[in-house]
């Protein structure tokens, strides 16, 4: 009977690990072209997207990688926050509660990695807003500066003098709104949820106008006034009129953002270009690979079989890595880019440890017994220099918003992905560099 070895075993797994990553990371068009000895091939390959359905379980994903602003361009908004009604020991609070509101009005939008930061020049109070691979500055400036102050209100007289009459239940009421389709038409509508206060007051106001309409008001504009046909309890209802999938959504959007605590206004906008531009980007690719067959080259010379054990974990790194950076997503800048070579450095660096040590130890007892031992005593130091990385990179990204540390998009970018490659470079060099080892040395002493 076949039997495999528990590090055989855990290749297998490795394996097919790294199929499931390249399948990941490849782009979506692959051209393959062939034209020799009579024989012509031009075709290209797309690799499909991720389509499941289990159930009510329905998972879709494109792996396409995300660039940043450096390197795809988008749209850069600058807002100016109206403080003047604000006294002046409060205004910090404020503009960061509009800068909180920006940042999740941003991120319900669907933007990666954008950057929402203040900045205070002369008396001025602005936030700026950074959206990559966002082109349509209008529609994202209309989308981020509204207020979304709703309010319901009833109506008084007949429709030709009609007075409309503001209520206590408004949008601070609210728990969630969401994109609903109605039942029966089909028509996109808005679904909206109170907490238990709004519930009581809702009850109250649909009881008491059964058979009249009942407004709903939107920064002072009426989006709908649907007949109230009896008392609604539940504390949930619909926003219906006329509105098309994506203003339905982009309401929910604001509503579920909440309102800003200022009025602000757009005084800049523009569309940002990739700074670095298609033929950079090519050129920085073909930097990094020719940097890293030049690594590829120097294991390989240097520790021979040892080294191209390394050269294989190395390259397993760089094919989980990027499946990471598409899963996540990780949106990919140029100091991004600089995080995931220096993280390459680091995973070199483990082997040379390991390898190192096991030169030493070689001679003195046998092959297997130096290999574990090399890779348990330069364990210490590569915990060690990885632990203070980790740190580093913590500080850098600044999870936890402490004012007296980095709030910069590009730093923050650097430090995750040098985070990220550690991290991988931990498991290939550990994991994947230690079971091919074993694997390696036992058909040797054979």
């Not at 990739?274 to 940097?291: D, F, H, M, N, Y």
Request: net charge positive; hydrophobic share 50%.
């Amino acid at each position: 009977m076949f039997h495999l070895s528990p590090p055989a075993k855990k290749l297998l797994l490795i394996l097919f690990l790294t199929i499931v990553c390249l399948f990941i990371s490849l782009p979506q068009n692959i051209p393959f072209k062939i034209k020799t000895l009579g024989i012509k091939i031009d075709r290209t390959f797309v690799r499909p997207n991720l389509d499941l359905k289990i159930g009510r379980l329905e998972i879709k994903k494109n792996f396409d990688l995300i660039l940043g602003l450096d390197l795809a361009g988008g749209s850069h908004l600058v807002f100016e926050a109206d403080t003047s009604k604000i006294p002046a020991e409060k205004v910090k609070d404020a503009i960061e509660s509009v800068r909180n509101v920006i940042e999740k009005r941003v991120n319900l939008f669907g933007v990666s990695e954008p950057v929402v930061q203040t900045s205070s020049f002369e008396g001025k109070n602005r936030i700026v807003v950074e959206l990559p691979g966002i082109k349509d500055t209008q529609k994202a400036a209309a989308l981020i500066g509204k207020t979304a102050q709703l309010v319901f209100a009833e109506v008084e007289g007949a429709s030709a003098s009609a007075k409309l009459k503001p209520t206590t239940l408004t949008g601070a009421d609210l728990i969630t709104a969401r994109v609903e389709f109605d039942q029966t038409s089909g028509k996109p509508g808005v679904g909206i949820e109170f907490n238990k206060e709004g519930d009581t007051k809702f009850a109250a106001l649909t009881e008491k106008n059964v058979g009249k309409p009942l407004a709903i008001l939107l920064d002072g504009e009426v989006v709908s006034a649907p007949i109230v046909q009896e008392k609604i309890i539940g504390g949930k209802a619909q926003i219906s009129g006329s509105f098309t999938t994506d203003e339905a959504k982009s309401l929910t959007i604001q509503l579920n953002a909440g309102a800003l605590s200022l009025p602000i206004k757009l005084v800049e906008e523009r569309t940002v270009g990739a700074t670095l531009g298609a033929e950079s980007v090519q050129r920085s690719v073909k930097a990094g690979l020719v940097g890293l067959a030049m690594v590829l080259l120097f294991m390989l010379l240097t520790y021979g079989g040892l080294g191209l054990v390394a050269d294989i974990g190395l390259v397993v790194f760089a094919i989980i890595t990027l499946a990471l950076y598409k899963l996540i997503p990780v949106v990919l800048t140029l100091p991004g880019i600089a995080g995931f070579l220096l993280s390459v450095g680091m995973a070199v660096d483990s082997n040379i440890l390991i390898f190192e040590r096991f030169k030493e130890e070689r001679g003195r007892r046998p092959v297997a017994d130096a290999l574990e031992i090399s890779f348990g005593r330069a364990w210490d130091s590569i915990r060690d220099a990885n632990i203070a990385t980790l740190l580093t990179a913590f500080i850098l990204a600044n999870p936890f918003e402490w004012n007296f540390l980095n709030t910069s998009g590009p730093v923050r970018g650097f430090a995750i992905t040098l985070a990220l490659g550690i991290g991988i470079s931990l498991f290939t060099g550990i994991v994947v560099s230690r079971n091919l080892l074993r694997v390696f040395v036992k058909e040797k002493k054979k």
